[in-house]
């Protein structure tokens, strides 16, 4: 989404690629942080590109945008001389992170409020910040969480109080980070940006299957690419059959039905299925059905479904422990876990409660009527635990 809106250039063309209708702001799109895994080929238009074209287009000859490098050293540099409790401090800090991508950044001395309200004076723009996850890691200290709580907060309360305000502010953040920088009304901060929360749940999972199906002309029946964002879930799910069959077994069998089994095993407890462990999944199932020819009425046969998920499983946690350092850290003392059965007590593990109730608020975990815990499946396979009743895992919820 950060890259679509930079790539958009301003905020009136995003919102029409992005299918939103009544947005009439032709405000230019200003990125001031970005993710450091993104990729850029020759062609593409880089955060940078967009950070000089807004100079330029407002007639600075002389003005220089700030630089990623640039700006990230000045929030690291505050990171090591803040004090956890000067907020006031941290919400110049991120000003000046504003005004510095903008090209307004004083030079004179002056304030970089001062700079950035005489520039919503003579002008119109939509900041967006991405990438906070590699610049805070896991929030581990008092003094990252006052940065993101007023990132959050005082700097867009401070974007509310110009005058017809010019200027926006959009952050993509992980919400794991938000609850935990924000701990007094988190629910509330996070209900009032809940329309616009980003989030996969079983209907885009199989409707992803079955557009990347079709992208990959698998399908004995193809599919419109164009046509499928317009299906209902139930014709999706219909038109999936061709890629998975029914039932993870014959017809008549008693086995769990295809479409309710693969988002069930790629999701967490929280139900949320990720676009990439989708992905990895037909990859990998695919890869596993090739010699399969017991199988003539699907493309994907059960048994290589099955055997798919422990390599999606470790590629998982992986993951996880690249982008979420806390979770990872706890993943990995869970995989140094001998002869596991799910359900556990907490004491076979060697967690404490806190750090059980911080999985079980990460979807990894999810906790029983009796006390003991559960694994989400596309965890418990990477992690080498075995489980004393598979079924109830996947359905329990």
């Avoid at 299918?19 to 850029?40: F, K, T």
């Avoid at 999706?236 to 069930?264: C, D, F, N, Y």
């Avoid at 060697?350 to 990460?362: K, P, Q």
Wanted: charged share 30%.
């Amino acid at each position: 989404m950060y890259a679509k809106a930079c790539a958009a250039r301003t905020w009136a063309r995003f919102a029409d690629q992005s299918q939103v209708e009544g947005v009439s702001l032709d405000a230019p799109v200003i990125p001031v942080l970005e993710s450091v895994n993104l990729e850029y080929r020759d062609h593409d238009l880089t955060p940078q590109d967009l950070r000089d074209s807004f100079v330029l287009s407002r007639g600075g000859a002389e003005a220089k945008a700030g630089t990623t490098d640039g700006i990230r050293d000045r929030l690291k540099g505050g990171l090591s001389s803040l004090d956890s409790q000067d907020e006031l401090g941290w919400r110049r800090l991120w000003l000046e992170c504003l005004a510095d991508a903008a090209g307004v950044f004083p030079e004179d001395g002056s304030s970089a409020e001062k700079a950035l309200t005489e520039l919503g004076r003579h002008a119109r723009a939509v900041f967006v910040i991405d990438g906070l996850e590699d610049l805070l890691q896991s929030l581990d200290s008092e003094v990252k969480r006052t940065a993101l709580r007023v990132l959050l907060i005082d700097v867009v309360g401070w974007l509310r109080s110009l005058r017809g305000r010019p200027l926006g502010l959009v952050v993509f953040v992980r919400q794991d980070l938000v609850t935990r920088a924000v701990r007094q009304n988190s629910g509330q901060l996070l209900g009032r940006y809940d329309p616009y929360a980003l989030r996969w749940d079983k209907e885009e999972a199989l409707r992803l299957a079955l557009w990347v199906a079709s992208h990959a002309k698998a399908l004995p029946v193809p599919m419109p690419k164009s046509e499928i964002s317009e299906l209902s879930e139930e014709k999706v799910v219909e038109a999936l059959i061709q890629l998975w069959g029914w039932k993870m077994g014959t017809e008549k069998s008693k086995e769990a039905r295809s479409h309710l089994w693969v988002p069930a095993a790629l999701g967490d407890f929280r139900n949320q299925v990720q676009a990439r462990d989708v992905v990895k999944f037909l990859a990998e199932a695919a890869r596993l059905s090739l010699r399969q020819t017991t199988w003539e009425d699907r493309v994907l046969v059960p048994s290589a479904m099955r055997n798919a998920l422990l390599e999606c499983s470790k590629n998982k946690i992986a993951s996880i422990q690249m982008e979420n350092q806390e979770v990872g850290e706890l993943l990995a003392r869970l995989q140094d876990k001998q002869a596991v059965s799910v359900p556990f007590e907490l004491a076979t593990v060697g967690l404490t409660t806190e750090e059980a109730d911080f999985l079980v608020d990460s979807g990894v975990f999810a906790r029983g009527k009796d006390g003991r815990y559960w694994v989400a499946e596309i965890y418990r396979h990477g992690l080498g635990f075995s489980s004393e009743r598979r079924a109830r895992v996947l359905w329990r919820r």
